[in-house]
């Protein structure tokens, strides 16, 4: 959304400041706001630096919110929550860092409820061990999780029948 008349650049700050206050931002989407509201680029370098030193914008920090958040709340995978940090064009440290927040058994756990789920709710004639393994396999993949710890989850799920 284009704004008619010019904001001058305190009131740009605000609406920023605003606009990061709510939720986590990456700096990549305050910049695209910033645009938006009409601020020349030099401009809107200079307000990116002053909420980064008045702590209203933090990438490493975002960037834990988002991984996290994403893993709770949608239960995607690392390589989904990696893909989506990239087009946020969030940086690799901040990208490894915020996967690392992840807890290694909550995601085992996650994946392995997942596959279960999905694995026992294809139904249907026809239906064998590998239709089953394809459609949990792209069902998985599909979330994010990696495929050495999609196969693991799906040949412990074969074991049990």
């Known amino acids: 959304m284009l704004y008619k008349k010019q904001l001058s650049k305190e009131?740009?700050?605000?609406?920023?400041?605003?606009y990061c206050g709510y939720q986590e931002r990456s700096h990549y989407e305050v910049r695209e706001k910033l645009?938006?509201?009409g601020m020349h680029k030099q401009q809107v370098e200079e307000l990116?630096?002053?909420l980064i030193e008045e702590n209203y914008?933090?990438?490493?920090r975002f960037a834990i919110e988002f991984a996290g958040g994403k893993f709770r709340m949608k239960q995607?995978?690392?390589?989904?929550i990696k893909y989506e940090l990239k087009q946020k064009k969030v940086s690799e440290y901040c990208i490894k860092k915020?996967?690392?927040?992840i807890d290694e058994d909550d995601y085992l756990k996650s994946l392995n409820t997942l596959a279960k789920k999905k694995w026992n709710s294809i139904k249907g004639d026809g239906v064998n061990h590998f239709v089953k393994m394809s459609k949990t396999t792209t069902y998985l993949m599909q979330k994010g999780f990696e495929t050495d710890l999609?196969?693991?989850?799906?040949?412990?799920?074969r074991k049990e029948e």
């Open 11 to 18: 009131q740009a700050l605000q609406k920023a400041k605003h």
């Open 35 to 37: 645009y938006a509201l």
């Open 48 to 50: 990116i630096s002053q």
């Open 57 to 60: 914008l933090n990438e490493e």
């Open 76 to 80: 995607w995978g690392r390589v989904k």
């Open 98 to 101: 915020a996967l690392k927040q």
């Open 150 to 157: 999609i196969q693991a989850s799906i040949a412990s799920l």
